[in-house]
Nanobody, 124 residues
Framework: QVQLVESGGGLVQAGGSLRLSCAASGRTFSNYAMGWFRQAPGKEREFVAAISRSAGSTYYANSVKGRFGISRDNAKNTVYLQMNSLKPEDTAVYYC?????????????????WGQGTQVTVSE
């Protein structure tokens, strides 16, 4: 089992920045690729960003490319999502997830473990 706990969400004005963190415990963190997804009210969960086990590869949704950055610190068992130039349409609950052997970066059903989520609200 891998336990994931997100933090860093909150309320920010449009154009501002937030950094989300996801702390992992349990099995060896570096064995898992990590991803961030988000879900807005009334919408399906959507892929935001992902990073490979060694951090050698990163992936982004087109909607966040150039504004968001994903990184990980395997020594701290933590993955981060730096969010800049935030827009009201970025408002959602953000979830981190850990993917093992089935991992396909943008497919939520290939991730094995999920956090509880953290709310991000971007005001006009």
């Amino acid at each position: 089992q891998v336990q994931l706990v997100e933090s860093g969400g909150g309320l920010v004005q449009a154009g501002g920045s937030l950094r989300l963190s996801c702390a992992a415990s349990g099995r060896t963190f570096s064995n898992y690729a990590m991803g961030w997804f988000r879900q807005a009210p009334g919408k399906e969960r959507e892929f935001v960003a992902a990073i490979s086990r060694s951090a050698g590869s990163t992936y982004y949704a087109n909607s966040v490319k150039g504004r968001f950055g994903i990184s990980r610190d395997n020594a701290k068992n933590t993955v981060y999502l730096q969010m800049n130039s935030l827009k009201p349409e970025d408002t959602a609950v953000y979830y981190c997830a850990a993917g093992g052997s089935r991992w396909v970066y943008a497919r939520y059903n290939t991730y094995d473990y999920w956090g509880q989520g953290t709310q991000v609200t971007v005001s006009e």
